[in-house]
């Protein structure tokens, strides 16, 4: 009976490490492709044949600051921007691959104070109070078709810019 037991521990404790040793095999063999699949429709997250071709060319090293105020506190305008801001991350992060090592990207949170706020000021950046609903009724007005509903900004949902909109002027 002991036998029985100690058998099926056995070749459970070899198959949880068989299952370990092949997905961490999988992840080193995936990881070393770096292979990327863009399954949205519209292939949003594909960079365009012209833009690979421009990144593959840089002959001389390229240096991108990302500056990029961190907020601590996750408000509902601030979560809209924070999403903003990793689509432009994650777009130069694409960049980055496809220039093969000519492309080094900097990203910098200037917290006030800091040495980051001090080398946006030299670069002649200043820092800006942006409120996702001023940034949202700035975008609307340019658009004649109406504008996105504020409590959900990543729904392409229309909505009346009266009811979710305070407008400035």
């Given at each position: ?10 070749y ?31 292939k ?10 421009i ?15 961190r ?7 601030t ?29 910098l949170?200037?917290?006030?104070d ?25 975008f ?6 109406g ?16 009811k ?6």
């Amino acid at each position: 009976m002991k036998s029985k037991q100690f058998e099926t521990l056995l070749y459970s404790a070899v198959g949880v490490a068989a299952m370990f040793v092949l997905l961490a095999g999988f992840n080193v063999i995936s990881a070393a492709l770096k292979q990327r699949i863009d399954l949205t429709r519209e292939k949003a997250y594909t960079l365009s044949a012209g833009t690979k071709a421009i990144l593959k060319k840089i002959d001389t090293p390229v240096k991108i600051r990302f500056y990029c105020t961190r907020a601590e506190n996750a408000t509902p305008e601030t979560v809209f921007m924070r999403n903003y801001a990793q689509q432009v991350e994650d777009l130069l992060d694409e960049f980055k691959q496809y220039a093969g090592g000519k492309l080094t990207l900097q990203k910098l949170n200037p917290l006030p104070d800091s040495d980051a706020e001090d080398s946006a000021k030299l670069d002649g950046i200043e820092g800006q109070v942006v409120s996702a609903k001023r940034w949202l009724s700035r975008f609307c007005r340019r658009r004649a078709s109406g504008c996105w509903n504020t409590t959900s900004p990543a729904r392409s949902r229309r909505s009346s810019p009266r009811k979710n909109l305070s407008w400035a002027s």
